[in-house]
């Protein structure tokens, strides 16, 4: 059944319907109603979706990613975990690097031109530190710098820029990202608030942590927990559409089960046939901390990374057969990330200790396969101090995909992630250079706050939308510090301009943010120089 | 149709539980006084109750005193009267800014106004800033009791008296409580007394006084309509001088004639006074006989007692061993509140584990307890009034805005959260409600609210710092639900959150560990604390949008 009908056949006119259908009662509407066709049309094929899939703990991308033409110096720098020469999985046409043996499916994909492996993806002076270094991949910030929103998030804020007032709507009744999980994470964090949505399961709300549903036991606080969550779930915004997506698809192609990463990219598949326009997916799974037992001691293709490597090829690989016989390959993309790397020379317990640049898959029909960038150089007789040093940028990776697959512009992309990044060629989207769509989403929603112009040299004016009350609007950096206040004081509703006369201060990015009771709306803005 | 049936039948298309459901365990547990474990777990569920939500410090102070000192301080506050409200407002009066208005009579409609939400700021404030005790709690009790609507008494200088008289009588004797309340100006305005006259009676105060302040309407038998008429003229002649505020007696106003009730009331006869004490006279004669129906007085306020700190189902089981001795003590106590209350607040029942958790926070709790309990910095309301009242005016606003505006009530019988059969507090939320619930919390934490230069946000960390062992992930988390929660989180749950949020995925506790030793060591490096602020701050606004965290 299609989206289309799976509605109009669920709902009647004149039937309550005790939910939302995108944030508006449906039940006023008949499906004649183009209000309502709008939030049922179709959707169209030219909507792009990427997948983020993070690996959770510092994957050892040499042992995933295997030199072969440096085969010697690997293996001398790692005799305990190495893969055997003979067992590395080769790649047609490239015969200077190959991957891990349980990566057969990932192997197939290379050599249907549907896998970009990007060697020594970092960034200067890396950090070591799990925490520091996943806030580093999520928020796109310098090394040294600390930001305390996502680049997904800040991409997303900057294509709905209105968003989440006055949404979900017509042009955009979806989630703008979904997050496979309990808690979203920073990457989805736009400059103000949270830019997408958790979920665990699209056809049951119920599941609020990771599966795990707390018992609502016979008793008094039971009873009212009970009835606070069923509230919860009818108010849950966008629920409905996401049942709706998920009951479009009744039939998936096979995943491997005992794979949590499957099963995540099971639900997103579901979720992308289903009609969802959300344009960015997150999941993730964990165990890559291979500090002790990575390998057997007596054979080194399996063990604990042996079987990481096999959940994440089967995963994906099981993935894009299905998104290819759902008939939707075309309109994906995913790449994988993990905190860091590993350290060249193993340790003594067969593990390998926190180290740096590590490569990246990024894989879709949509891809340009291949491997970009050379091997890593690997000094003869590594020691413990030898680390990867990194070739592209992770911020190169997210600035193409967001240029060649999003079609975004340069200057919002210098926007997004605060300065410009080698251009990398990764994916193939036609729709790039032609314009019109985007007005409609950067329009969707309720407009409080705009600037204009932007970019701007020096000043810019800015024009603000109260419905009264105290309303305050300043500015604030990348860091989230407010440094310069416009307006704050009690106003009549209405419609209101200010200038912003940025002298003094250094080009870059700043957030426009108005603050009007508990509502709020951030507007990025980019000064350059004139 | 019982209530029973009438919650299945509402609810049973929404919910698809099964009847069954509603069908929840009770206690038997009775007066007796509590002798279980006295741990954080008992004093945060007593003091979520009693007080504006359990601060960390709150705690600690009270963790060395025994169950039975706890409830006793917090049922005897020894600190004076707050000072009152301030003018904070830019409209022209003969008020100084920063001084007090409360003393001046009368003035124009729109200062009358800006008043009336300097007023409304204030008690905001009071409840933010309350001592270790139950007073801020029970004059909001008593508001809901004899409601009053601020845009009806109009005048700010009457709302003030009248909150300040329900505050200074907060803990002490009821029936003369009632009797002050009966002539009070704010309460002459609001119900019409100051229009009740011998020429021409209104009812108004009459009725209600009855209904809903002393005996309510479900006695059976009840009092008649004849006497509420009767009431009404045994009430005549009190007149307020607008000039100062003040009640006075008007004799010629006064209905002289005798007054005869019905036999609810043993045909009591009220004889006609007349001169100066009139009123007076005849007002004690008429509590006289109100109170003297001794039963249906103590136990429609002992119930409206135990709906408001307990829960609101009351079972026979309930009503035999809670509410019936309860309203025993407040006979023999001749309508003392504190013996009910100390009775009540050291009893087994109420420390109950099936009477734990219960409660849904009403609108002004969730306002107030998030800044209470995170021990939000607020401007100084000494130096700094201006800022502070802002502030105030943010929380009453959203408090207001999830359907609870504090001095503005929605009629006379206060709101429905503590009287609406079958969901009472199950009112407080829905599907307005409940997301504008979680964007003010997503609000405190994530932007704060920020006015003249000055913001109100949580500090996670400083939150942190007052746990017993912030650095185990663990002791963190638990500590952490014994201030926000009443209820439990399952092991599962929290060790998906512990690994989701603090640990960024990984499985090792340490690196938590280290993230926060590491920023004990160096606060001021901004990367140590920006790890472990964004860690915190998403734990924290992640825990106050689950369902649980409404619940107290």
New interface residues.
Partial sequence: MKRRDFLRNSIPAATVL?A?IGGFSVKAYSADNPFLQSLMRATMDTDKVLVII?L??GNDGLNMVIPIDTYGNYYNARTNIAIPQNRILTLNGYDKTGLHPSMTGLQTLYNEGKLSVIQAVGYPSPNF????A??IWMSASDA?A?V?NGWAGRYLATEFPNYPNGFPNSAMPDPLAIQI???SS?ALQGP??PMGISITDPTNFYN???G?V??T????????????????Q??K?YSSVIKAAAANVTSQGNYPSGNDLAAQLKIVARLVKGGLKTRIYMV?T??F?THSAQTTATDTTVGNHANLMLKVSDGIKAFMDDLKGLGVEDRVIGMTFSEFGRRIKSNSSTGTDHGAAAPMFVFGKNVRGGVVGTNPAIPSGATVNDNIPFQYDFRSIYSSLLSQWFCVKDVDIQTILFKNFQNIPLAINNACGTTGLEDVYRNAGDQLIVNYPNPFAESTKLTFKTKG??T?V?VMDTLGR?IR?LT?KVYTPGVYNLDFDSYGLPTGVYYA?L?N??T?QVRPMLKVRP | MDRRAFLTAKHSSLTRQPESAFHTARTTSGLTPYSGPWTAEEIVHLLKRTMFGAKPDDVTYFLSKSMSQVVDELLNPVAAMPSPPVKDYSETDTIAAGATWVNDYPADNSTEQVRRNSFKKWSIGLMINQDRNIREKMTLFWHNHFATEAVTIDNAQLLYKHHALLRSNALGNFKALVKAVTIDPGMLVYLNGYLNTNTAADENYARELQELFTLGKENNPNYTEDDVKTVAKVLTGWRIDFTTGITNFTPAKHDSSTKQFSSFYNNTAIAGQSGATAGDVELDALLNMIFSKQVEVSQFIIKKLYRWFCYYTIDATAQANVIDPLAQIFRNSNWDIKPVLSALFKSEHFFDALNRGCVIKSPVEIAVKACREFSIVFPDATTDYADAYNMWDFIHFQAAIFNQDYADPPSVSGWPSYYQKPMFYELWINSDTLPKREQFTDTLIVSGYTRNGKTIKIDPIAFAKKLSNPGDPNILINDSLTILYRVPLSDASKNTIKTSILLSGQTSDYYWTNAWNAYLANPTDSMNYQTVYTRLRDLYKYLMNLAEYQLA
């Fill in positions: 005790p939302l993070q959770n703990g530190s799990h925490f520091r996943t806030d040294n600390e305390d999980g309990s808690i920073l103000s608030f609020l942590i990771d795990v707390d018992p036991p016979d008793t008094p606080w039971g009873k009212e927990l009970k009835y606070i969550r069923m509230i919860a009818l108010t915004q993730s964990g165990g901390d009350g105290h305050l300043h407010s206040t704050d943010r603050q009771g508990a709020q």
